[in-house]
């Protein structure tokens, strides 16, 4: 179960991402109809020997071949503003976290509470549990609150990097000199694995994200802690 677990995608844990997965599928059923019936037209015609020689137009086609197109760039088009927007949708966070992209690790700082900082770098394998995945496992986790808003503040020291974890729905370029912010509500509990997304140098494949979902009373005791 675990080997097959490794070579799938985590499952959605943030509204964000439901919104994203639902738009996909979507819209993947709109081109498959699209392509079935272009595919059944072009049969028809290869395999038809009818023809009209005196037809030189038709203006009833003509119309609908206009009008029908522009209604399914429309209904694909409005849910996808509605998620660029939900994406860019400034809240108020109940935890703020900074996280720096460096070759080849990451750093993170809870900017909310006194001397909470610390580095992330990717399990070696010979340290790797039962439990963990190789190549994704860190030796800090990110602890954070479970149904609570949160605000993401990135950057980078050296070069591009990319902060990405898929089953939030979120990916904020980390560039030097410069702070990007993202915002994440997380539905659940669990571990949430993500790898940096932007090929930074040599050790770009190793510098992975971990994030541990808890609850809230789980949070203020992970604090107490630290």
């Known amino acids: 179960m675990t080997n097959w677990s490794q070579i799938n995608m985590q499952d959605a844990n943030s509204p964000l991402m439901e919104q994203l997965i639902f738009f996909h599928d979507s819209t993947m059923i709109i081109l498959i109809m699209i392509t079935t019936l272009i595919a059944w037209i072009m049969m028809k015609m290869l395999f038809n020997k009818k023809i009209n020689r005196f037809m030189m137009e038709n203006q009833m ?8 197109p522009t209604i399914i760039l429309i209904m694909i088009a ?3 503003l509605r998620i ?3 994406m860019d949708e400034t809240k108020t966070p109940t935890v703020t976290i900074k996280a720096i992209g460096h070759q080849w690790y990451w750093s993170y700082e809870y900017s909310d509470f006194k001397n909470i900082e610390f580095e992330s770098y990717m399990k070696p394998t ?3 549990m039962k439990n963990e995945f190789r190549l994704l496992e860190t030796d800090n986790r990110i602890v954070l609150p479970m149904n609570n808003q949160i605000r993401i503040l ?3 020291t050296d070069v591009l990097h990319s902060w990405t974890i898929p089953s939030m729905g979120i990916k904020i370029d980390a560039i030097p000199g410069r702070l990007n912010q993202g915002f994440m509500f997380i539905n659940r509990p669990g571990l949430m694995y993500g790898q940096c997304s932007e090929i930074c140098g040599a050790n770009h494949s190793f510098m992975p994200i971990t994030i541990e979902s808890v609850t809230t009373k789980q949070f203020i005791e992970w604090l107490k802690n630290n």
């Open 61 to 68: 086609i003509e119309i609908i071949w206009t009008i029908l």
């Open 78 to 80: 409005l849910p996808s």
């Open 84 to 86: 660029l927007y939900m």
């Open 126 to 128: 010979n340290e790797i």
């Open 154 to 156: 990135i950057t980078a």
